[in-house]
């Protein structure tokens, strides 16, 4: 799927939704359709044998159905002109063009969403591998320094979302992802009695459940799948800015890649992070797009149905190049524990102050304490040393502390970054159990 | 929640997301991490009992608070010194600012949805009503009118439509409401040792599940609810264009609402259907800001995570409001069968072309028997006569039907509307087998 | 542009963003700057002519270019290192890849909006053909008749909608499309005091403005173009709206195209008017995600920039075939005056109710006035009669129209809906000025 | 503007669209209308002056002219109705309930503007004084450091940004705020020969232009509005993310506020920029709601119009609230030009590799110096040594020195940051010369 100048960025990964997977989606839909109509006694044995012979996208140019497809507004009347010539058999029983093409879109999302869940699948081991890395690092909040965390958790965090769009897409992989088949006006007339056999026989053969009712004007399963590939993309794209962001020249914390500059020589740029948030910025958009056209009219829509095709396949290339470009960036990703550390220093205990407070708290109570090792912070900052030192220097705070008969080995005790990391080893815990929950459940 | 000038349009119903709601979510959140706090052995006996004591808004003023939060960015350090003053105890323990906003955008979120699960089953009770309807109307096609339909299966796919959305909502409300509990970075380390006990007392407190972890910067759950809530509109949104085109003056098939015009004496609008779409058409974008905004930083955002709050309970009041006119909606809704009848005849029969193509078929093949009947079609339309007629008074058709072995009176029988109907009983029979299956899952 | 399944409905007409078209852009890009160093001295004579003999897409293979791209996140380091080869010659004189990527968008975006300005252009002339057709017939406020307008009316409304996006697309176009040239970090450095002159010599090169600063982080004028092309797509997506409801079977006002159905031979689908709405329906999402994408870092982004380049070129696209489609549209559209009298005397005479309101508010004053007319629509209605038979059979009204002094040849006058257009003549006068007038400033 | 528990983040500053301001607009056009009715001799002397006495917010209840919406699902009517009872003169000449809802947010979007533009000079103007800084920084790409600049680009950048939104901003206020007067279907039908001039009075009145044409379903200048809402959102929003990640703690170039954490004593939350991209993130889902909705049916539209009023008033609050901050933000803003230079020469130089890669360049070609830049640097990364050693202790490329004659001293010229700004001090004095250009435009 690689083909073409900005493939490689943007069509990274196996997930196809070209033309050629269009055209050939809409082909099996049709076999499917005739074989089902020949079990149930509406087509003379054999001729489902005979259309799915021709069922295939070498006998068809795009080019010309695409022609075609103008004069009627889709390309499914001229395919299944072409068809009938091509197999001498009859075609499209009880069926409407948005049977066809919503079928074959399900067909598409189906294999997408596939490809999708196994390259996650990677990404999540990869990042579960991750998860076990105790390297101490700063927590950053509002791109702050705030408490130490390790880098095994900022990995669980990422992890836990991906298990968490894993858990989505399959949701509406098994549930939502049904055959659209309704005839011209959603009721199957033009097969008479035999409509909701044709209905199952057809869901049977594509191997995909039959909703309760054919959906053609209600959209809510697109709106389903276009915000399960988002979760998607929201996962990988956190990922991605965290990257970006620890691989900052001033941070460091972490290399990702390698992308040369064409200008500077020196630049190591995090190609798959940013290619990864060139994919998935598109998402939100595409979701908008998605939910909009989900008003449609009577029983089939003018316009806003065909305002969905474009911006669901686009969605699903975009997921399937992000989460393939996501195994990458894992994998390459290598991590800088004495960086961590230095930067963790580099700011004379700062990050600690929460935890030089919660020793305070028990004997000033936390509002005072709260404020106590403000001002001190002020000061260590200020006169560039460190907070252990703001506050013994300081009269007030010396008296409090001494009043709480904190010692200044227990100060330096509670400034060392490692005792300060809370439920951190149950976090990863947790997420690890719940990743191999998610494997289970999902059968990988 | 139906105050100021436009409440009674885009904040109608029960859903409350107002500052005073917000102010008393955030407390209902500070008081029960007090009570859990005090049950783990963190604060004194009797502490929480003070502090759940002053967490009710009558004792803050949100203008006060308000001015405060500007100089931290959200008004909770404020609502924390101020609550710390009222009661005389220690509050907010291990907690952060985003703990105690997300916290209160949960349980807000938990009674909104509660609002919006019991009027859309009031909703879809009314919908199942009106499935029963067996008037025989026009299908409607890229509005055009196609085959016939009844108004039964019309309400069965807006009742199966509410339905879907009512098992999304129901979905997140069981599975994804969670409460957030990390402290600074995510670590509960001001807690020390007791932080995963106080989280789990928290979560009881709430009757919230535990997420496996915070979710400071893990939005994928935002992104869920907000879907869900799209799709509620999506559905609403459908049923109301349905419902604005069928009161349309030349069409007349349903009368729905009698809003008077401030100039024109005569108009009848239909005030509740166009409300509804004021509502919903603002959800697609309101989606999009919530999905774009997952992206977030480290371990707490910088903006992304204040970007949503706004958009998040302005989709929550919209979905609230379009629910609640749904009610008014449906319930006002009158249909008239006789111009339904009308509407179909008036165009001499041709939507009943399909069924003559289909009754040709056996005999002529699919192909030949379409385009002989679009040709009469053709002629009909041109002469202003009945479909009937244009076949039977041509030399060709007339020669085709008499090979076919097809009388007059066949003819006329496959133009019937009635004859013509398909699955519609048993789809209309599906729809309501599956909301009862939905009423029994959501405990209705 | 019309090649591939889809191609015909979503990419019809002359815009070309294709990959070779991309290609084309950054070679002209390329060749232009080897021009401008040449100019400035950077460079040996005759080197730019060996440089631009190469510039063109048959020395390049797109899919080797993909392929290289990703290693760096774009497609420019590729071309240069190929294009070095093949000329012999120095390239890529000081600049980026950004500097290449957004001046060859920028050469894409002038020529689409010329071929849409050009299509805009036609369109704009056919509707103001229609403008000049005085057939009658109903207004439509919220889907209900309202008070009469005249076909030239709409058309005029269509007309100024059009020409209103034709001069938001000239002025991006004249003033918005600059050449991009910064270098590195914007600043030329590796140009020495060379870079101005350079920069100058490159935008005369391609014919295009120098800006203030070069714009990589700043992308005010992606959002304007955007929102040109969205006006773009908003004024054809009303058009379209209209005639998809005067199209209706039950309004028949006009119609639109012959599109057949795969399954009902009577079906004549207003194809050009559906297509378009399924271009237009995608603009919003894609307008969103390049306002989005305008929140940059530092001096040259890492992602949002990526973001842009699909959405940006698939709006030119969809804009491009929009604006082809509605020449279809508008120069196949049939008015049926008949039908249109018909539809509104069908609702015997309640559209005319705010004529017969305002000549008895002179008398009883605006608000009794209104009061007994609505009274005597609903009269009207309930009793299948019209307007003037209502007033004048109910004793109260009668008498208050005697009071008034108004007969019935004044109250059947008031009725006519020739009487009652108010503006319109002159309403459409002034539209076809300000088209002559916009016209002009195009030149056109 | 500032109340409520957030209304100092988000509606910071003096936009005001509250309810209480919206009742203002509207009783502010139905004066002006009865002004212009009186002036056209369709109202007795002095019945205007008795409308507008009473049109003030002052005799009106939000609450009650809101329950009142509801029957009719706008407030006009009944604000008609009451204005009629207290002034005892005639209102609402000719007018529809659209008229005065569209003119009245005119009204409100032309003082919004007023104050944005306002606002937006007052930032202006401190950007300008910041691009005079020359402290010598990094230049950053793709979230790597490039080639030096100087804080004074970074500000001049952010000040052409401005100061391009300013000059949207004045030209839609300009242009296209006009008067919405149309009456029940863009008619002026019910104002007889009187239409346009009672139109053309009441644009006087209100000191708007007269538009071409009601603009009742031509929604452009909607569109427009939005745009350059957004646009302005884009420049604060750029400057508040370039804000955030300057005052990282591992970078610290700016300091940007002192926002304190509820519990980490020593944060400085930089509360400006962030509550800034809080607001500027919710421009893109609203500009997308407004374009989405300018498709509207016929005269007036049923349900996009009414979907309109919620994002384009809180479009304008956000912004307004932004550009509120932005001010403080670039007042409070201070610079650190040591650590600018500490960050710069932390990475031995490598930043300056471009600058070394032109000095080689002529006597090399410029692939090859790239190439032994590239492989220099990574030696410098490796051994943490600077790329001047780097080159000089590596026999090839201390050969490929010495044939190019280029020495040591030279060398460390190449090296330093301030030799290799390029074009950056003309660069600034263009973006200074057009903000004086811009304030003359705007007569600032």
């Known amino acids: 799927m690689t083909t073409g100048l900005f493939g490689g960025l943007f069509a990274r990964g196996n997930v196809d939704a070209s033309d050629a997977a269009w055209l050939q989606a809409m082909l099996d839909t049709e076999a499917a359709l005739a074989r089902a109509a020949e079990r149930a006694g509406l087509a003379p044995t054999g001729s489902a044998a005979a259309v799915t012979a021709k069922s295939k996208t070498e006998f068809f140019e795009n080019r010309t159905l695409g022609e075609q497809a103008v004069a009627t507004g889709n390309p499914v009347p001229a395919l299944v002109r072409e068809l009938t010539r091509l197999s001498g058999a009859p075609v499209h029983h009880g069926a409407t063009s948005q049977d066809i093409i919503d079928t074959a879109g399900v067909l598409i999302a189906r294999r997408a ?121 929201a996962a990988l794209g956190k990922i991605a800015r965290d990257v970006t962001l620890l691989a900052q020249t001033e941070v460091a914390e972490v290399r990702a890649g390698a992308g040369g500059s064409s200008t500077m020589p020196h630049k190591q740029n995090p190609v798959a992070a940013i290619t990864i948030l060139g994919c998935t910025k598109q998402a939100p958009g595409l979701l908008a797009t998605l939910a909009a056209a989900a008003e449609q009219e009577h029983q089939r829509a003018a316009g806003s149905w065909h305002s969905e095709w474009q911006p669901l396949f686009h969605l699903l290339t975009l997921t399937g190049s992000a989460t393939s470009w996501s195994i990458k960036l894992l994998s390459d990703l290598e991590i800088d524990p004495a960086r961590m550390r230095a930067n963790l220093n580099a700011t004379h205990g700062l990050p600690m102050a929460e935890s030089v407070t919660t020793l305070l708290t028990p004997a000033l109570g936390r509002l005072q304490a709260h404020d106590l090792v403000a001002q001190a912070s002020a000061r260590a900052t200020t006169r560039n040393t460190n907070l252990a030192d703001a506050l013994l220097s300081d009269d007030t705070s010396a008296a409090a502390l001494a009043t709480a008969g904190i010692t200044r080995p227990e100060l330096e005790s509670a400034l060392e970054p490692e005792s300060y990391l809370g439920a951190t080893a149950e976090f990863i815990r947790r997420a690890l159990a719940a990743h191999s929950a998610t494997d289970e459940i999902l059968g990988t």
């Open 113 to 233: 969403i596939d490809v999708v869940l196994a390259d996650l699948s990677a990404a999540a081991a990869t990042c579960a591998g991750l998860a076990t890395n105790d390297a101490v690092m700063s927590g950053r909040t509002l791109l702050q320094q705030a408490v130490p965390v390790t880098f095994g958790l900022v990995a669980a965090g990422w992890l836990t979302a991906i298990d968490e769009a894993r858990q989505s897409l399959h949701r509406v992989k098994t549930t939502r992802l049904a055959i659209q088949f309704g005839g011209a006006a959603g009721t199957l007339a033009s097969l008479g009695d035999a409509g909701s056999q044709v209905a199952a026989f057809l869901a049977e053969e594509l191997d995909l459940p039959l909703p309760v009712l054919p959906w053609h004007t209600n959209r809510l399963r697109i709106i389903e799948i276009a915000a399960a590939l988002a979760e998607t993309c």
